[in-house]
């Protein structure tokens, strides 16, 4: 016959059991959203004072040596209509990403296309078996940021890197204004 002590004792057991399971499955699944065979671009979009902000346009992409688009990765962009037209009105104002790659797009396009982002860092993620990267020939590329805002600036970053790598490798450039620090790693698979 079980005592009342005996099932303090097995309850406590339980829930400690329980409360173990749960954190390692919440710990594995942390540890899920960040692939160690990914291409991650960490884009900074600093908080301007001004009197008057609208956040920034953005787009992202990898083109090759001969300046060509050969991957889109991400476009930030007004989604809903205004009072001044459908936001994709102003995204030729992303000048450099329009003239290579942008004209040709159907906005939107699935998994590349996205609101505009507050002040802050974002993350762009990409495995490395996904369409978009799986297609890149061994060459030297680059990781191009382009960032449009309305009563602002414009800015474009450049991180050139090497494809493929065969080891982790991160890279970091600056922006002046309408960017902050823009992070480009590359993790392959171990």
């Known amino acids: 016959m079980k005592t ?4 303090v004792v097995s309850t406590a ?15 594995s699944v942390g540890n899920a959203s960040e692939p160690s065979n990914a291409f991650t671009a960490t884009i900074e979009i600093p ?3 001004v009197s ?10 990898i083109q090759d040596e001969n300046k060509k688009a050969v991957a889109n990765l991400a476009v930030w962009y007004q989604r809903k209509a205004s009072a001044e037209g459908a936001g994709t009105k102003w995204l030729p104002d992303l000048r450099q990403w329009w003239r290579r790659s942008g004209r040709s797009l159907e906005m939107p396009v699935d998994g590349v296309s996205g609101a505009t982002r507050p002040a ?4 762009v993620t990409v495995a490395l078996d996904d369409p978009r990267l799986a297609d890149l020939v061994p060459g030297d590329y680059s990781l191009i940021v382009e960032a449009a ?8 970053i450049e991180i050139p890197f090497a494809w ?6 991160t890279k970091n450039a600056e922006g002046n204004n309408e960017l902050g620090t823009i992070t480009l790693t590359i993790q392959p698979a171990n």
Do not use: C, M
């Open 164 to 169: 493929p790598v065969d080891q982790d490798e």
């Open 4 to 7: 009342k002590n005996s099932t």
């Open 120 to 123: 802050g860092t974002h993350t």
């Open 52 to 61: 008057e902000y609208h956040r920034p346009y953005v787009a992202v992409w």
């Open 149 to 156: 805002r309305e009563v602002g600036g414009r800015e474009v």
């Open 13 to 27: 057991i339980s829930f400690a059991v329980s409360l173990i399971t749960l954190v390692l499955l919440l710990t």
């Open 47 to 49: 908080k301007l004072n």
